[in-house]
């Protein structure tokens, strides 16, 4: 059976305020590409509220490092009270979404995915052995790159979330308050 070693746990962002749902997904979406990550979505959930939309996502993408080791982040992602809204930018009318944003990402090391070292105990006593003595070296820098991609990933998520933030206030006041 595969090893998993927890190198992240339960990292949280939260963001409340205007949005755009689909390019929260293509920027997450971009970054997984070009990190060279396979998505994996495990679950995908969406209910209309009274209050709103209610969106959860959990996604699961990975990324094989060498024939014994793989990298794993582990993304749930919850919105609610999601509403569409129409915001003023430059005299002209945009769609977008408004609500609360809560992402929690774990990452995970997982060794020997593939049950090579489980067919007997000595297969097993030996991988313990190797791992501990041999392979301890390389498993510490596999797990500096989970922690770095997790890092990223949640500081990439962050930014984007924030050039909402700072640009929602010109976009939402009228037109007329903006003249001197």
Known sequence: MAERTIVVDHMRLTYEGLF??????????????????????????EKVTPEGKYIELELEPWKKIT??????????????NIKEVEVEKDNAKVKMNQGKVHI????????DYENRWESGPMYYFIRTIFNKYIYGFYTDGYKKNILDDVNHLHSTIKSFLNLY???AEAWTKPSAQLRP
């Not at 755009?20 to 970054?31: A, G, K, Q, S």
């Not at 024939?67 to 609610?80: E, F, G, Q």
């Not at 929690?104 to 060794?111: A, P, Q, S």
């Open 20 to 45: 755009e749902v689909n390019e929260l997904y293509r920027t997450i979406d971009e970054w997984l590409r070009g990190k060279g990550y396979d998505k994996k979505e495990s679950k995908n959930i």
């Open 165 to 167: 933030r700072y640009s």
């Open 104 to 111: 929690v990402f774990d990452g995970f090391l997982e060794t």
């Open 67 to 80: 024939s014994y080791a793989k990298n794993i982040v582990k993304m749930r992602i919850i919105m609610t």
